[in-house]
C-alpha cells in the first residue's frame, strides 16, 4: 500500500461554532491561570516556612510543581487553538505532547500512592513514623516516583510514533491523546492497544489500590479516634483527598484501562477536561487550602 506520510496533524477541538469557542477560551483561562498561581503558591509557602519542611508538605511541593508541568503540558495549545483559525500541531510536537502526558500522568500516580503511604504512616503509626520517614526515605519516594514516571512514557509513545498514519490527519479531540491516535492510524494496532492497556492496568491498578489501601486503613484508625471533633477534623482531611484521587483515578481509568478504545469521542473529550484541567486545580485547593497549618504559614508570609 501507498503510505503517505504525515507532517502534521489537525486537532477538532470542542466545537466549530466561534462563539463557543471564546466562551470554552476564557473558562479554561481563567481555570489555567487560578491552577499555576494555586500551585505556585504552594510551592512558594512551603519552601518559604522551615515549619512546612517536614516530608508531607514536600510532597505536596511535589505534586504543585509536578500540576504545574501537566497541564502546561496540554492547556496552552489548547486555547491557543480555541483561538486559531487552523488548529494544528506538528508530528513531532504531537508525540512530544504525548510522552510528557504519560509521563507526568504516571508520575502523578505514583505521587498520590507515596503520600497516602505517607499520611498511613503519620495517623495508623505516630510513633515510628520519624524513625520510617527519614529524609532519605523521602528523597528516595520522591526520586523514584519521578524517574519511574519518565521511563513509564518510552514504550508507549515509542510504539505510537512507529505507527503509519496516512493522509488523513484529523484528531477528533483537543490535544494529543493514546485513542483518536489509534484511531486515526492505518496500521494494524493490535499490539500497541495491547501494551498500553497492560501497562495503563498496572500503573493505575496498582496505584489506585495502594493509595485505597491506605485511606481505608486511615478512616478505620480515625473512628479509634475518642474525641468527636479530632474525629471530624481527620476525617473531613482524609475525605477529601480521597475524592480528589478518586476523580483522579476514576476518571484515568475508565479512559486507559479498556481492552477497546471506542469511547465516543465528546465523552472522551468531557472526561478528558476532568484528569487535564480540573484535577490540577482541585489538588491546591483540597491539600492546603484546607490544612490549618498551610493557612497560617500562607498567612504569616503574606
Known amino acids: 500500500t501507498n503510505v ?3 507532517l502534521e496533524f489537525r486537532l477538532l477541538g470542542f466545537s466549530s461554532n466561534p462563539h463557543c469557542q471564546i466562551l ?14 494555586g500551585n505556585i503558591i504552594i510551592i512558594l509557602v512551603v519552601t518559604l516556612e522551615p515549619q512546612l519542611h517536614s516530608p508531607m508538605y514536600k510532597f505536596l511541593k511535589n505534586l504543585s510543581f509536578l500540576e504545574v508541568c501537566y497541564t502546561t503540558t496540554i492547556v496552552p495549545k489548547m486555547l491557543a487553538n480555541l483561538l486559531a483559525k487552523r488548529k494544528s500541531i506538528s508530528f513531532s510536537g504531537c508525540m512530544a505532547q504525548l510522552y510528557y502526558f504519560i509521563s507526568l500522568g504516571a508520575t502523578e500516580c505514583y505521587l498520590l500512592a507515596v503520600m497516602a503511604y ?4 503519620a495517623v495508623c503509626e505516630p510513633l515510628h513514623y520519624g524513625m520510617a520517614m527519614t529524609a532519605e526515605f523521602y528523597t528516595r519516594l520522591a526520586v523514584g516516583s519521578w524517574v519511574t514516571g519518565v521511563f513509564t512514557g518510552f514504550l508507549p509513545c515509542l510504539m505510537v510514533s512507529r505507527l503509519h498514519f496516512c493522509s488523513y490527519n484529523l484528531i477528533d479531540h483537543f490535544f494529543c491523546d493514546i485513542s483518536p491516535l489509534l484511531k486515526l ?3 494494524d494496532t493490535t499490539a500497541t492497544k495491547n501494551v498500553i492497556f497492560i501497562l495503563s492496568l498496572l500503573v493505575l491498578s496498582s496505584c489506585f489500590l495502594l493509595t485505597l489501601v491506605s485511606y ?17 477534623v481527620t476525617f473531613s482531611t482524609c475525605s477529601s483527598h480521597l ?9 484515568m481509568i475508565s479512559m486507559y484501562v479498556r481492552p477497546t478504545y471506542n469511547l465516543s469521542s465528546e465523552l472522551n473529550k468531557a472526561v478528558s477536561v476532568l484528569y487535564t484541567v ?3 486545580l482541585l489538588n491546591p485547593v483540597i491539600y492546603s487550602l ?8 500562607l498567612e504569616k508570609i503574606v
Do not use: E, Q, W
Open 4 to 6: 503517505t506520510a504525515v
Open 24 to 37: 470554552l477560551f476564557t473558562v479554561f483561562l481563567v481555570i489555567y491561570i487560578l491552577t499555576i498561581l
Open 118 to 121: 505517607d499520611r498511613y504512616l
Open 185 to 187: 492510524s492505518c496500521s
Open 216 to 232: 481505608l486503613l486511615i478512616i478505620l484508625s480515625i473512628l479509634k479516634i475518642p474525641s468527636a471533633s479530632g474525629k471530624r
Open 243 to 251: 475524592m480528589v484521587v478518586t476523580i483522579y483515578y476514576g476518571t
Open 278 to 280: 480540573v484535577t490540577p
Open 290 to 297: 484546607r490544612n490549618k497549618a498551610f493557612k497560617k504559614a
